[in-house]
């Protein structure tokens, strides 16, 4: 029997759109080229942080509030389905000032974003070193954000990968989807191996490989790679409870004692390469802020590429043929926006709805110059 959706990719995207729509009630395929939740979605840091450093004007930064807010009940509902704990975290981001530039810019941003109704306390010297003994004596100040979170990407795509096994989607790996099979104007299906797989609905959830299988439905839209390197160290026993953040390095505490470091952005088309001027940056910049960092075990580093667009902002709504739903370009959130993204799209398929607020977001932005 055909499937109700064609789920194409299954990053965080894919897989919580395909959760989202198997809780709907639909007959749901997922078909991944590699491995479920192996790219960009399995090198991200996994923070949950659309405070840090913005005024809130940003297009996207109602979107990325609200799924923020969405997130909690997201991680138990995939925990309790699957029985793997993604590790959510809620102890908040600490913004340091190491520079004068730092200390002015904290002058801005948190009071806009009170303005807004957001959590942002502006913290002293001595009070950031409270906060977070770990970070240097030579801070000027911090700002802390108590709602910014995050969680352990990797884990979060073993729980969505386990949860949509036991809601019964299919989920077939090592399956290349070459093109989008349309009748006139109604897509029908995918071909995959020269074989053509027919559905009710076609999601292209790809992310920075998007361009090409958007193109064979006539959609020319620039989703390009943008390079993110990180690497890990075993923290010892550093202590360090919250995420931190300075202008040039955010450094993740996990649950099993690794602090990530990161991250890299760099236009290098698909190049996977993991370099030592990168990380030297990163690490100097970390050391700069947390600087027991230096005494810490180099344990991983790796790189994922996330999907960028020209205006940097994502392409979620329908396509332009019936039956076609986009979900992709998510950039540098798309580990947080992925509950709000998979809420979107369900709404669109089973009751046909385009939330205002999406509206801006859709393919259109890019093609009717
Ligand atoms: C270093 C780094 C740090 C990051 N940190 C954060 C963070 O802290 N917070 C945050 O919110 N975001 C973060 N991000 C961004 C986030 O990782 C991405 O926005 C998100 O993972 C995009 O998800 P996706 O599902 O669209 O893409 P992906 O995870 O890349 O998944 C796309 C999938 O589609 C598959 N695919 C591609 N083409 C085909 C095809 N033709 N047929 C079948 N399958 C196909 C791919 O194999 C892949 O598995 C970070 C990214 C990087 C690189």
């Known amino acids: 029997m055909k499937p109700d959706a064609i789920v194409v990719g299954g990053g965080v995207i894919g897989c919580s759109i395909a959760l989202r729509l198997a809780k709907a009630g639909l007959k749901v395929t997922v078909l991944e080229r590699g491995r479920i939740g192996r790219e960009a979605s399995w090198a991200a840091a996994g923070m949950l942080a659309p405070q840090s450093e913005t005024t809130g004007e940003e297009a996207i930064f109602d979107l990325s509030v609200r799924s923020r807010a969405l997130y909690r009940g997201f991680v138990d509902e995939v925990r309790s389905i699957s029985g793997i704990d993604p590790e959510y975290r809620g102890e908040g981001m600490l913004c340091v000032a190491l520079n004068d530039e730092d200390a002015s810019s904290f002058a801005v941003w948190p009071s806009a974003q009170r303005r807004l109704g957001l959590s942002a306390e502006t913290l002293s010297a001595d009070d950031t070193r409270r906060l977070e003994s770990s970070v240097a004596d030579s801070s000027l100040g911090g700002v802390f954000l108590p709602n910014d979170h995050q969680l352990d990407s990797r884990k979060l795509m073993d729980s969505l990968a386990a949860a949509i096994g036991k809601l019964g989607v299919e989920v077939v790996e090592g399956n290349e989807v070459s093109e989008i099979v349309r009748e006139g104007n109604k897509v029908t299906g995918v071909s995959s191996a020269g074989e053509c797989l027919h559905a009710g609905a076609v999601i292209v959830a790809t992310g920075c490989w998007s361009s090409r299988l958007l193109s064979t439905a006539e959609l020319e839209i620039d989703v390009i790679p943008a390079r993110g390197q990180m690497l890990a160290v075993d923290g010892g026993g550093l202590r360090m409870e919250r995420v931190l953040h300075s202008r040039r390095v955010y450094v993740v505490p996990r649950r099993d004692g690794r602090i990530l470091i990161g991250a890299t952005l760099e236009y290098e088309g698909y190049s996977r390469k993991v370099t030592a001027g990168a990380m030297n940056r990163l690490l100097s910049a970390a050391i700069e802020l947390a600087p027991a960092i230096a005494g810490c075990e180099v344990v991983e580093t790796w790189c994922g590429l996330r999907p960028d667009t020209p205006d940097h902002l994502p392409v979620i709504g329908p396509g332009p043929l019936e039956n076609l739903f986009i979900a992709t370009g998510h950039f540098r959130n798309g580990i947080l926006l992925a ?20 509206r801006p977001f859709g393919w259109e932005r890019f093609t009717s110059a």
Do not use: F, H, N, R
């Not at 509950?339 to 999406?358: F, N, Q, R, S, W």
């Open 339 to 358: 509950p709000l993204t998979a809420e979107v799209i369900t709404g669109m398929i089973v009751k046909g709805a385009i939330p205002d607020e999406i």
